[in-house]
């Protein structure tokens, strides 16, 4: 066949126990499409949608050659994919058709649907609070542990790392109502609490201020566990969402033989930071560039300096500036 395309996979919304670290959605379900024609795809029309729903049309464009696939997010806005009973079965079903403007000459495998459940809704009696406590115990080596929330549409409502070791913090914060993604995030890529290292035992759960738990998370979870939830509430934050917290770095071990890890917080995913090494007269002495990526650490090697004490120095593209001062054993 020349033209082909199929539904290869549903991601999300998907009761599929391998995609259970992603599911439940309250936004953007996520499909996989694949080219099964000789001919070079480039577009197709995806239309999409919970049963019951409204089904909504996306026009994809890309170049998949012969049996190359493509995971395409998809937006939906019909409250019925998180408003609602979250122990009711829903179907979601998606359909794929006119590759390159032509027809599919393989329609059996154009469409695809998933069972799946809406995700948990939050809220208090008469729905008069709107807050929640990020409630986290940090265990020996806390540096590598960060706690983001996110709104629907991906923004970072909310975010916190740590550094002071196995103690507890409890940060309150106000959502309005809507959907939500909290994700617990470990850059060793072992959990806040694994049996075979010696980080010790740390946990994070949000709590109501009114007592009990919204959720309590599993500690041992390896790079990163998430949970997305609709808050219900009638009342309204004088903000759209809780400001960020303001950017900081985080140099660790200190002291250290040369080998850095630059925790980096409240800074934009993505953004292009350069760093500089100084010594006690400012003079430079070593520099590079990171990409700031959430739950990733900046990596520098500063072992071929002597024993002393030096400066890390962040700079972003608009100049602003953070510094740790870190000592070389």
Same mark, same amino acid.
């Given at each position: ?15 599929d126990?391998?995609?259970?670290r ?19 795809l ?7 949608g ?19 696939? /493509?995971?395409?997010?998809?937006? %939906?806005?019909?409250? +019925? &994919?998180?408003? $609602? @009973? !979250?122990?009711e ?58 706690v ?7 923004n ?17 914060? /106000?959502?309005?109502?809507?959907? %939500?993604?909290?994700? +617990? &995030?470990?850059? $060793? @890529? !072992? ?41 219900q ?34 800074f ?13 007269m ?48």
């Amino acid at each position: 066949m020349q033209r082909d395309v199929e539904v290869s996979q549903i991601l999300a919304p998907s009761d599929d126990k391998i995609e259970s670290r992603l599911n439940p959605v309250c936004k953007s379900p996520k499909v996989v499409i694949r080219n099964n024609g000789s001919e070079l795809l480039t577009s197709c029309s995806i239309v999409f949608g919970v049963q019951g729903g409204e089904m909504m049309t996306y026009n994809w464009e890309g170049a998949l050659a012969f049996l190359e696939s /493509a995971e395409v997010e998809l937006a %939906y806005d019909d409250p +019925i &994919l998180w408003e $609602g @009973d !979250d122990e009711e079965w829903l179907v979601f079903e998606v359909a794929v058709d006119a590759p390159n403007g032509a027809v599919d000459e393989e329609p059996r495998n154009d469409r695809a649907t998933s069972r799946f459940h809406r995700v948990p809704t939050w809220s208090y009696p008469d729905l008069d609070d709107n807050r929640v406590i990020v409630w986290t115990k940090t265990n020996a080596v806390p540096y590598e542990t960060s706690v983001e929330i996110t709104d629907a549409v991906g923004n970072v409502v909310w975010e916190r790392g740590y550094s002071t070791p196995n103690f507890t913090h409890r940060d309150t914060i /106000a959502l309005n109502q809507g959907c %939500y993604r909290v994700t +617990i &995030l470990d850059s $060793g @890529d !072992d959990g806040q609490s694994f049996w075979a290292n010696s980080d010790g035992s740390g946990y994070t759960r949000l709590k109501k201020v009114s007592g009990g738990n919204f959720i309590n998370f599993e500690p041992d979870f390896g790079k990163s566990i998430s949970q997305a939830f609709f808050l219900q509430t009638n009342v309204v934050s004088v903000t759209e969402t809780p400001a960020q917290n303001e950017p900081s770095i985080t140099a660790f071990p200190n002291p250290s033989s040369g080998e850095i890890k630059l925790k980096m917080s409240g800074f934009i995913q993505g953004e292009q930071l350069s760093w500089s090494c100084l010594n006690l007269m400012g003079q430079e002495l070593r520099s590079g560039s990171l990409r700031h990526a959430r739950g990733q650490l900046g990596l520098l090697n500063l072992t071929s300096l002597p024993q002393g004490t030096y400066a890390i120095a962040v700079l972003d593209e608009f100049g602003n500036r953070w510094t740790e001062w870190i000592q070389i054993q």
